[in-house]
């Protein structure tokens, strides 16, 4: 098995299993909603840290973003809409007969995230990691991660997105 399909099978587990735990799908979702961050690449190169003890470079991670952004913004967040629009409408929605579609098209965008993952990991750099990685180089990474989409957006970064960030970096440096 390929270096790439390796992590991209590990990778998605660990996504997975971080995302259940509690406080970091919340914290995920309002990162996404607040500063447009690619949860996927935000879980990905939380992965790498931590579990390659490969630290993303700013450079890392825009290549990384431009990697991934067509998809993302033309398959990823159009499933995400639509799934979102049906909470509210159009007629009949939203129903107890809609909702097994709406669950459907949820399942779909999962499966959209997890071919953005196998992008992801396609692309991962291939350089060593350091032999150990602390809490502080991890939150630097995932704060790097959180400027990067700020800049994209033309905003600066909100302090009040540091908690988030640490909530994952805090259940990443956890086992899983």
């Known amino acids: 098995m390929r270096r790439a399909e390796v992590d991209a099978a590990e990778s998605w587990a660990f996504a997975l299993a971080i995302y259940a735990r509690p406080g970091i799908a919340e914290a995920c979702l309002a990162l996404?909603?607040?500063?447009d961050v690619d949860v996927m690449l935000m879980l990905m190169a939380t992965f790498v840290a931590v579990k390659r003890r490969l630290l993303?470079?700013?450079?890392?991670?825009?290549?990384l973003d431009n990697?991934?952004?067509?998809?993302?913004?033309?398959?990823?967040h159009k499933l995400r809409a639509l799934r979102t629009d049906l909470k509210t409408g159009p007629r009949p929605a939203p129903s107890e007969t809609t909702e097994p579609f709406r669950s459907r098209i949820k399942a779909i965008e999962l499966d959209a995230e997890k071919l953005e993952n196998q992008l992801l990991a396609e692309c991962l750099p291939q350089r060593p990691g350091q032999e150990s990685i602390g809490m502080e180089q991890l939150r630097s990474v995932l704060n790097a991660v959180v400027v990067h989409f700020a800049d994209k957006r033309g905003t600066t970064l909100d302090a009040r997105l540091s908690p988030?960030?640490?909530?994952?970096a805090e259940a990443a440096m956890e086992p899983i």
């Open 32 to 35: 996404q909603n607040a500063a």
């Open 56 to 63: 993303l470079t700013a450079d890392e991670i825009k290549a």
């Open 67 to 76: 990697a991934c952004a067509p998809w993302r913004e033309q398959v990823v």
């Open 164 to 168: 988030l960030v640490d909530t994952i």
